[in-house]
Nanobody, 123 residues
Framework: QVQLVVSGGGLMQPGGSLRLSCAAS????????VGWFRQAPGNEREFVAT????????YYADSVKGRFTVSKDNAKNTVYLQMNSLKPEDTAVYYC????????????????WGQGTQVTVSS
């Protein structure tokens, strides 16, 4: 079992940047994907981005493509979500999650979840 700790959320003005971190501990897997999701009040949890831990391949939702970048630091067992050009519609609780073997964009396909961190974009 892997434990995920998310940090880096906060308040930012439109056009600003935030960097979220997802640190993994405990049992990890040699082949897995880390996904970023977000959920605004009254909305369904939606896919943001994912990265393959082994391959380094990335995939982004259309809503964040060109603005957000997902990356990883193998030595720190940490995945990052760099969020640039933030918009008010980016306001949500952001989660990271892990699944084995294959890429996925549905929350139900991920088994281990972090606690979530609030990102608020407002002037």
């Amino acid at each position: 079992q892997v434990q995920l700790v998310v940090s880096g959320g906060g308040l930012m003005q439109p056009g600003g940047s935030l960097r979220l971190s997802c640190a993994a501990s405990g049992r990890t897997f040699s082949t897995y994907f880390v996904g970023w999701f977000r959920q605004a009040p009254g909305n369904e949890r939606e896919f943001v981005a994912t990265i393959g831990w082994n391959s380094g391949s990335t995939y982004y939702a259309d809503s964040v493509k060109g603005r957000f970048t997902v990356s990883k630091d193998n030595a720190k067992n940490t995945v990052y979500l760099q969020m640039n050009s933030l918009k008010p519609e980016d306001t949500a609780v952001y989660y990271c999650a892990v699944r084995r073997f294959t890429i996925a964009t549905r929350p139900l396909d991920y088994g281990s979840w972090g606690q979530g961190t609030q990102v608020t974009v407002s002037s």
